[in-house]
């Protein structure tokens, strides 16, 4: 834990287990392909403004998240690595505000760096950071106005705080254009009351301004320039993604109130039997103000979004720094007491969690092989699961040096495990692979069908064409299709055989398909037998020549 060695280290294992594995595997559908596809047709048509998708217009989300993917695959390429790597920095990005705001809370470079390694071993904040969507930059902007809040709170010169209340007000607007209004939302939440109880609401008044100008004048230009652009889009954005999602009767993912409290523990892996006593240090020392701000930050989104009526599990990432702050202060405090019993607690929890996985995947393999001729995907799992239940028995065995351990099994699950995925996950998830090996054929076609959004994304951001016919569905692209221009792009089965005969005379036709079930397989039954036909899991590509004149 010295100085002199503990920091660079982390930084190289973020390296290792956040930037090298962005391109070992597929894009995941439905949503990195969505991500992927819509800032490449930023790249491609220009528009920086309305995002599209599959060129329809697609309103479920502001512009800077897409921004900054595209801006990912203009600088290192429409690949996967490019499209990964926005995710990837944003949480880099936190992990570093942790340390920062770890070393101003405490002082103390043990508890900075526990709190750090915490967040950055944290299993689904590593995830989530090699995954191409927008939570890791949402998240990101969150924490950033957080703990810039707690910096001008804690500033001694009237500069400083301006400055942190500036830095508040640019995260707040940045957040706002990546997600929406729970940017403005989350930071308030948490700032009101923790000022009333500290009665600095005066501060408030004097200083508050500062962030809504600046979050203003960072938000101000493109909202107008959507409105120009595309009048609907506030009405569409305001009412369907905020209203509707939290408060609908038919909100998209609705789930108990109680939902996220399983998720805080799954989340905390894999540290959470340091969860309850860390919760409950927290509770004794609320009074103190640090830990006041941080049980508020944590608890206030907690319960906002327990009670909204739409929820994923996502959706309480930015209630993890925190998590780890606090998680961090007490597993350092009890390292210089010298109580290893948590320690050893955890460790053998961690160990129950690796042992049971292990005999699960044995007795599937003797049983329902889930790899059938994959030896080396199957070495690679081994490969996981033996880092896991070797790192954590150190840590029974050595709980004193070796505490930090729990976070190797944590970093080769997330780096290895994804490149190690079954070919029956692969073939039916990540599409873009199985469009990759046809992608000269499909190159060569002059129209495009697919009967499922994620495998018609797929293709589109293969091929970099985003005029793609949508083959008796609709999804999450409703709203875009209603427009007059976009009629053209929905083919239906009784006019898939019509279609299909005006497209082969301009040329052949590529077919993307997902073939899930007997509705499915009728509407492949429904196209020319005269093409070729590839199939690998439940897809489907044809590639119909082109018809005689």
């Known amino acids: 834990m010295s100085k002199r060695w503990a920091l660079p280290l982390l930084l190289i294992a973020f390296g290792l287990v956040y930037l090298l594995p962005l391109g070992t595997h597929g894009l995941w559908i439905p949503d990195e392909t969505r991500y992927a596809q819509v800032s ?4 491609l048509s220009g528009n920086w403004v309305s995002p599209h998708f599959m060129g329809l217009r697609y309103f479920e989300k502001p512009i800077a998240g897409y921004w900054m993917i595209a801006i990912g ?4 390429g429409e690949n996967l690595f490019g499209v990964r790597i926005a995710s990837a920095l944003s949480t880099g990005l936190s992990i570093v505000l942790t340390y920062l705001i770890a070393r101003r809370l405490w002082n103390d470079p043990r508890k900075s760096i526990a709190s750090a390694l915490l967040y950055m071993s944290f299993a689904v904040v590593a995830g989530q950071g090699g995954y191409a969507n927008l939570d890791p930059q949402f998240t990101f902007w969150v924490n950033l106005s957080l703990v810039a809040l707690w910096f001008a709170l804690d ?4 500069n400083a705080r301006l400055m942190s209340w500036a830095t508040l007000g640019l995260a ?3 957040g706002f254009l990546t997600k929406g209004f729970l940017a403005w939302l989350l930071p308030v939440l948490i700032a009101l009351p923790y000022m009333i109880w500290q009665k600095r609401w005066r501060e408030l008044l004097a200083y508050g301004p500062v ?3 600046v979050a203003i004048v960072v938000s101000l230009p493109w909202v107008l320039a959507v409105h120009a652009q595309e009048p609907d889009y506030w009405r569409f954005f305001f009412w369907h993604e905020h209203i509707r999602r939290f408060a609908g009767d038919d909100a998209q993912h609705a789930a108990p109130w109680w939902f996220y409290l399983p998720m805080l523990v799954a989340f905390s892996l894999p540290w959470a039997a340091f969860l309850p006593s860390t919760l409950k240090q927290a509770w004794q020392t609320r009074r103190q103000a640090s830990t006041g701000f941080l049980l508020l930050w944590l608890v206030l989104p907690l319960a906002f979004f327990s009670l909204s009526k739409g929820k994923l599990p996502t959706y309480i990432l930015p209630c993890l720094l925190p998590l780890a702050l606090l998680m961090g202060n007490a597993l350092i405090d009890r390292l210089n007491l010298g109580q290893s019993r948590l320690f050893k607690i955890n460790g053998l929890l961690n160990l129950v969690i690796g042992l049971t996985t292990l005999l699960a995947m044995v007795y599937l393999q003797l049983k329902n092989p889930v790899y059938v001729d994959e030896m080396h995907s199957l070495v690679l799992v081994f490969i996981v699961l033996m880092g896991w239940i070797l790192s954590n028995l ?4 050595r709980p004193f040096s070796a505490w930090a351990a729990p976070a190797i099994g944590s970093w080769l699950l997330i780096a290895i495990l994804p490149a190690a995925l079954p070919h029956s996950t692969v073939y039916n998830k990540m599409p873009d692979q199985f469009v990759l090996q046809h992608i000269d054929e499909l190159s060569q076609t002059k129209s495009l069908l697919s009967n499922d959004l994620g495998a018609a994304s797929a293709v589109a951001w293969r091929l970099q064409r985003p005029e793609v016919a949508l083959y008796n569905t609709i999804g999450e692209v409703k709203y875009g299709l209603d427009y007059p221009d976009a009629a053209a792009r929905r083919v239906d089965t009784e ?5 299909m005969s005006e497209a082969r005379k301009a040329g052949p036709v590529g077919v993307v398909m997902r073939v899930k079930g007997d509705d499915e397989a009728r509407e492949l039954e429904l ?5 070729k036909h590839y199939e690998q899991g439940n897809m489907v590509i044809l590639i119909i020549p082109q018809s005689a004149p």
Do not use: N, T, Y
């Open 155 to 158: 500033s001694s010169s009237r």
């Open 495 to 499: 006019h898939v055989q019509q279609w």
């Open 211 to 213: 962030a809504i100008v």
């Open 73 to 76: 695959q203009a600088i290192f």
């Open 527 to 531: 196209l020319p037998k005269d093409g």
């Open 40 to 43: 490449q047709e930023m790249l």
């Open 172 to 174: 707040c607007g940045m």
């Open 394 to 397: 150190l840590l029974v065995v």
